[in-house]
């Protein structure tokens, strides 16, 4: 395996992948310890006005789902050949982020990314395993809380059962699947942060006002609107990506 490869070890455990599914990510964290006054909705149109209006606002977190394009891993490799490893860790810190070391994951990290981050984290019940999770992760720097993870049991038996609740068979733990998430979630200093545990620490991509949540203009011209504009500029020709937001249920 190449150096600059940010994939899991073959011999790491591997978890059976999340479908791309609202419910289903609601029910993992839901399982976890988030309250159910918050829950995941799909976006069905960031361009379409009449659609936006229908998701609750705030949005805490911004899930992207779109495949690895050869395109999207030149534009990770150059973006992040001058970068430090992220060493991030403690109270002060202004995100919390989660490296991926468990195959097929990157949907699990990209909900907790969404959950222990922001506003959002206000809503993890007491007493959860979730409250327990992100509280024994934030003294901890990335490698030690990537270990916390990987060996977490509550995380693994909540994701196992989230897993093959969707609305199509679940496939293997061992099978490869070409979609990637990446969450965007605003921090406490009104930046917006891109969240992916296979680069090499946070992404600052700006600030926002404090009125601004993650799905307004000015959050998506700096995160998911420059994605695609990549991605159709390289003329890849797949632009398969669908949007998950975290906010208010419905319910």
């Known amino acids: 395996m190449a150096d600059d490869s940010p994939d899991c070890p073959p011999a790491a455990k591997r978890f059976i992948p999340l479908e791309n599914n609202p419910e289903v990510m609601s029910s993992l964290v839901h399982k976890l310890g988030l309250s159910t006054k918050l829950a995941f909705h799909d976006v069905f149109s960031i361009d379409e006005p009449e659609l936006l209006a229908f998701v609750p606002r705030p949005a805490y977190a ?18 992040d050949k ?15 982020w989660y490296k991926q070391t468990i195959g097929n994951a990157c949907g699990l ?13 206000d809503f993890i019940e007491p007493d959860t395993s979730l409250e327990k999770l992100v509280k024994d992760a934030i003294p901890l720097k990335p490698l030690e809380r990537a270990d916390l993870l990987y060996e977490s049991q509550a995380l693994e038996s909540a994701h196992q059962d989230a897993a093959i609740e969707g609305d199509t068979s679940a496939p293997s733990a061992d099978e490869k ?16 942060y891109e ?18 949540d ?19 500029e390289a003329g890849g ?10 906010a208010e249920s419905l319910d």
């Not at 799905?215 to 990549?230: H, Y």
């Not at 020709?237 to 975290?246: E, M, Q, Y």
């Open 237 to 246: 020709g797949d632009l398969r990506f669908s949007l998950i937001v975290l």
């Open 177 to 192: 699947v070409d979609l990637h998430y990446v969450c965007f979630v605003k921090s406490g200093n009104n930046h917006l």
């Open 62 to 79: 911004l899930l992207l789902i779109f495949p690895v394009s050869e395109n999207y891993e030149k534009f990770r490799l150059q973006e």
């Open 109 to 121: 990290i990209g909900v907790l990314h969404g959950v222990s981050n922001g506003q959002a984290r």
């Open 82 to 96: 001058d970068r430090d490893v992220y060493e991030g860790h403690g109270p002060a810190e202004e995100v919390v």
């Open 214 to 232: 993650v799905l307004s203009e000015k959050a998506l011209s700096l995160g998911v609107r420059n994605f695609l504009k990549r991605e159709e």
């Open 195 to 212: 969240m992916d545990g296979r680069r090499k620490g946070p992404l600052d991509r700006g600030e926002l006002s404090a009125d601004e």
